[in-house]
Structures are given as C-alpha cells and as structure tokens.
C-alpha cells in the first residue's frame, strides 16, 4: 500500500473551488456537516442513518468540509465498486467524546459508533481510541496553519495577531470545548503573546460572550465567524487558512491576515487518520488511506490551501501510546 504514497504541490485555485463545491449552497443547514456521497454523483444530506450501513463511512475534523466533495467524487470514480460513502465533518473532539466513545446522537436520531475512518488535528484523540484497543495505527496526510479573517477591505487596519490585543475589537473565535483549532492551537498563539487572559478571561464555553461584548466563542467557527464579521457584530476571529480560501472562493465577504510563523503553528498542526478495529469495512478504509497518498488527493488538498504531507507522512505507523 505504501507505494501509492507521495506528496504533491499543486498551487490553490479558487476558480476550481468556487466550480467544485456544491455542498456551498448548503452550508447554512446544519445537515451539510452530514454527507451521503452516492456512486452516481447525488450527495444526500443529513441522512444519519447511513452510518450503519454505507459502504465507507468517516469521521473527519471539520474544517476539510469544503473539501470533500471534490475529494470523495474523485476517490469514487477510482473505486466504483464503493456505492455509499457517509461523511461527517465536525469538531474532532466531539466526534470522539460524544459519538464513538459513547452512543451520540444528531438530529435526534443515533450515529454509529464504529466508523470506518476518524481524522483529528491533535494525535492525542488518535491515543486516546489505541488506549480503548479501537485504533493502532495513522497517518498524516496534510497540514494547515492558523490565520485571521477580518471583513473585505480590511476596514479595522488589522495588521497580525499582536492586534487581537486593541480595545477596540470585537472578536469572534472558535470554542475551547469541541473546536481544536482553539483548543490546541489558537489558545496557544494567544498565551505566547501573554493575550490569552485578556482575549479569553479563561472562559470555557461555546456559543457564549467569553469576554462579554468582546469576545465571542462559537459553535461552529466556519459557520459562524464569517457570517458575524459579515454582520458587522465581529471584526476579526482565528480560523484556518483554508476557510479563508473557501470563504472568498465562495464570494463571502471577508478576507484573511497572514498570520506569521511560529505563530500560526505551522509546524504543530497535522491532520492525522486512522482505521477502526470496529469499523464494518476495513478494506474500503485501507483502499481511501493508501489514495489520501496519491497526487490526486494531494493536489486537491492542496487546491483548497492544505499544505502537502510529506512521503514518510504519508506512511502508516503505530500510535505512540498515551504518557
């Protein structure tokens, strides 16, 4: 399987974003974090029940989402024996503790607990399924960085994130609880520049005032932050540079501020996928971690501003175990 490992470096073209996405019209409906991806073409929404019973089924961080029809079609027309694919694209940490831990429910309706694939930001997840003997060995197969997104034209003058300081900002950031962006990575960057305190006043919560009137932290960030700053109720908010790419490619009216390293944790964050023991098709999940190496699937993830893996990334090892 290693063999179909290698790296690409293809340059991001928001024409074929904006071309390939149209899961973009759905994404104000919640169920758009839930994707049926049929071998004819037809994507299917909020269709819970498909993961008992498709023939591979994912839970993936979901800040990928703009990527997954491009990347799901292109893998199909590879494997056309793969009829159903269930894709669910939402914060890591609650697809781990509230959904294969535990008996989880969406919409009101119970989701498997034994996915064939989960992808987080952080390998302590990937610890935390080998510590309950479902998971023993991943990948890395793309990065991103963190970035800030403001309103189109920058109308506030934000420079970098030294200005997530000024009083004169009101931000809009992902939670600390489900969304690891904040977790691991942002809360970080916030306590490296000493702001941590005064952005956040240690507060907890999601779809909350952490700092009342101030600082807002979502449910949803990819949802929620530029649909605010597009309101005129937030001027700035952390993301990924990704969603900025996908936001404008979109016609959304925002745009980013770069972010410089080490800051924006470049070298800290790698999106890391494993097979479940439990999971009902092995094989089909082997056959999707041997294309995530292919220059396919590089390339569109570098299409949609990924960084590439490299090829010893992109080789399966075993999760180190939890210290």
């Not at 019209?25 to 909020?46: I, L, P």
């Not at 800051?263 to 890391?272: F, T």
Request: hydrophobic share 40%.
């Amino acid at each position: 399987m290693n063999a179909f490992f290698r790296a690409a470096g293809l340059s991001i073209s928001a024409m074929a974003i904006a071309t390939s996405i149209n899961a973009a019209e759905h994404d104000e409906d919640h169920n758009a974090d839930y994707r049926t991806f049929m071998a004819s073409g037809e994507v299917k929404y909020g269709q819970i029940g498909d993961s008992y019973t498709s023939d591979l089924v994912m839970y993936l961080a979901g800040n990928q989402f703009m990527v997954m029809e491009e990347l799901i079609k292109d893998f199909q027309s590879k494997n056309s024996d793969i009829g159903t694919i269930y894709v669910e694209t939402i914060p890591p940490g609650q697809i781990l503790k509230g959904q294969i831990l535990k008996q989880g429910q969406i919409n009101g309706e119970n989701t498997a607990q034994n996915p064939d694939l989960y992808a987080s930001v952080n390998l302590g997840h990937l610890k935390n399924l080998k510590a309950a003997s479902i998971m023993s060995d991943y990948l890395v197969y793309t990065h991103n960085k963190l970035e800030l997104m403001v309103a189109a034209g920058n109308p506030k003058g934000i420079k970098g994130p030294e200005d997530l300081g000024r009083d004169d900002l009101v931000q809009s950031h992902p939670n600390p609880l489900t969304e690891g962006i904040f977790k691991f990575y942002g809360s970080e960057m916030l306590k490296d520049m000493g702001l941590f305190d005064k952005v956040t006043a240690g507060a907890e919560c999601k779809s909350c005032w952490a700092v009342e009137g101030k600082t807002w932290f979502t449910s949803r960030h990819h949802r929620e932050t530029p649909q605010r700053i597009e309101d005129g109720t937030a001027d700035v908010g952390i993301v990924w540079t990704t969603e900025v790419v996908h936001a404008k490619a979109t016609g959304r009216g925002v745009e980013g501020v770069e972010i410089p390293a080490p800051l924006n944790k470049i070298d800290k964050v790698s999106y890391a996928m494993g097979a479940l023991s439990t999971g009902r098709n092995p094989y089909n999940a082997m056959r999707f971690l041997a294309y995530l190496g292919t220059d396919e699937a590089q390339g569109i993830y570098a299409k949609y501003g990924f960084v590439g893996a490299s090829a010893a990334e992109l080789k399966l090892k075993p999760i180190p175990a939890k210290k």
